[in-house]
């Protein structure tokens, strides 16, 4: 590729914080800069959060659904719309998912159709254990009606975090909400350890159990003592390092994708693209621009602007594939009246990288005109 989709981009303060993480003589899950850069994140959060940093988004998912009790004969409500990352870990606990469609003015988890069906699943005593909403592309779940729906009926609630953060809904950050979040580190992500997640709570308790868990479950004692299943899941101290230096340019990062999005949105709006939109009060990272090129408004369809882009080497990919789609997942209960299906079938991912130079993305812009033409 000549142009990525959203490649890893340094701040420059890498190599010297990998380097001072040699220099503590800390290379394995433990150490200054591990502790430095739960720190930085639980700052840039607010709002009392702890934060524990684990190898994976997938990892972090899978301990708070364990923190919620999730276990076998429990059903998890889910975005249909998300990575298989994001669900996989319903399966690790023995539950089953049930998914649900997005609010076609949002393109977030539709909270009325969430409403109507955790009001019927009262009425029939049969509630599920968790609910887990994806902050789907950069943009922030909205929070207080989810966590008011979720505390009245007495549900876990588990947001997927991991491509928003650097959000915000209102005066919260995304990554703060409902009673655990998962943030990911993933070498695409605005903020990248290489590979890594966080797991991201407001309950002390919980921050403690996981970190328990996410190093064995080893008891306290001289041997080794288990009496519960663990897990191999914290991060290393030397990623944890390139996390630190990374934060720190956390908000150019977010600015310098905004103004990416804005660009195509300018420019590819007025030949009836359409782009993903944001909420009243909310901010988007807008890590990728996610667009939708319906045939009937544009002349074309999103294969074939995907395809003319990457004969020229530049990377564009489909939205998420629903997880109701999918056939791991065949035969999984869904809601909805096939919004993200649609999505899916129109919709591309554009180059979002926040090094792409603007002579690259006028590149892009030129060549996706060209096919509509």
Known sequence: MRIWLSRPHMSGGEEAAVAAAFASGFVAPAGPQLDAFEGAVAAHLGGGVH??????????????????????????WISSMTFAGGVFPVRYLGASPRFFDLDPARWTLSLPLLEE?????????????????????????DLPPLEALCARHGVALVVDSAEALGARCGDRAAGTGGDAAVLSFNGNKIVTTSGGGMLVTRHAEWAARARFLATQAREAAPHYEHETIGYNYRLSNVCAAIGLAQMGVLGARVARRRAI?????????????AFMPEAPGHLSTRWLTACRIDPARTGTDREAVRLALLSEGIEARPLWKPMHLQPV??????HGAGFDAALFADGLCLPSGSDMTEAEQDEVIARVLAVMA
């Open 329 to 334: 997942f065949a035969g999984a209960p869904y």
């Open 261 to 273: 999005f804005a660009r195509y949105r300018d420019a590819l709006s007025p030949a009836g693209i």
């Open 51 to 76: 934060c524990v940093a684990l190898s994976s988004g997938t990892a972090a998912l899978h301990l708070a659904l364990r923190l919620a009790g999730v276990g076998p004969g429990d059903e998890v």
């Open 117 to 141: 069906e955790m009001d019927r699943a009262a009425r029939r005593g049969r509630l599920p254990k968790a609910v887990v909403p994806t902050d789907l592309y950069g943009a922030s779940v």
